[in-house]
C-alpha cells in the first residue's frame, strides 16, 4: 500500500504523531497537516488517495475544509473519512451530507480498528481488480455498506 497516500489533517500533534505512525507502519504513504488551510493546499497539491479529516481545527473548521474540497474540480474526487471527536447525530449527518464517505468517532475505536477500517476501504473500494471484474461487481451491489457511527 506504499503507493496509496493518505493526507491526515489532525490538530492535536501528539494524536496526528501516532496516527500518521500507525499509517506509515501499515504501508500507507502518509502526509499530514495541522490546520483546516494547510490541509486543503496539502490536498489540492499532493492529491492523496484519502484524506482523513478532524473537524475541530484552528484556521478553517473540517466542515469548511469539506466543502471546500468537495467543491473543487481537482479535491472533489478524493474520499474523505471524518475522523472526529464530535459524535452528534446532527455532526455525522452534516458530515455524510458534505460529501464525506464515513465518519469515525475517535473516542469510540481503538487506533488499530481505524487502520484496518482504513484498509478495508481500500481493499473494498478502491482496489483496480475489484472494479475490473464482474464478480465483483455484482457483489459489491449486494454488499450492504456500513457506516462507523455509534450513538
Known amino acids: 500500500m506504499k503507493n496509496v497516500k493518505v ?3 489532525e490538530d492535536d500533534e501528539i494524536l496526528s504523531k501516532v496516527i500518521f505512525e ?14 483546516g488551510e494547510a490541509g486543503l493546499k496539502m490536498a489540492k497539491s ?12 484552528p484556521k478553517k473548521h473540517g ?10 474540480p481537482v ?3 478524493i474520499p474523505v473519512i471524518i475522523l472526529s471527536m464530535l459524535g452528534q447525530d446532527e455532526d455525522i ?11 469515525i468517532v475517535k473516542s469510540q475505536h481503538p487506533l488499530a480498528e481505524i487502520i484496518e477500517k482504513i484498509k478495508d476501504f481500500f481493499a473494498k473500494e ?3 481488480e475489484a472494479k475490473k471484474s464482474p464478480k465483483s461487481k455484482s457483489s459489491k451491489s449486494k454488499r450492504t455498506k456500513v457506516k462507523i457511527v455509534n450513538k
Open 126 to 128: 478502491q482496489h483496480p
Open 7 to 9: 493526507l491526515l489533517i
Open 46 to 57: 499532493s492529491k492523496p488517495d484519502l484524506i482523513l479529516l478532524d473537524l475541530i481545527l
Open 75 to 77: 479535491t472533489a474526487n
Open 63 to 72: 466542515l469548511d475544509v469539506l466543502k471546500e474540497l468537495k467543491s473543487s
Open 93 to 103: 449527518k452534516k458530515g455524510l451530507k458534505l460529501g464525506a464517505n464515513d465518519y
Open 22 to 35: 500507525e499509517l506509515k507502519d501499515a504501508g500507507f504513504g502518509a502526509i499530514r497537516a495541522f490546520d
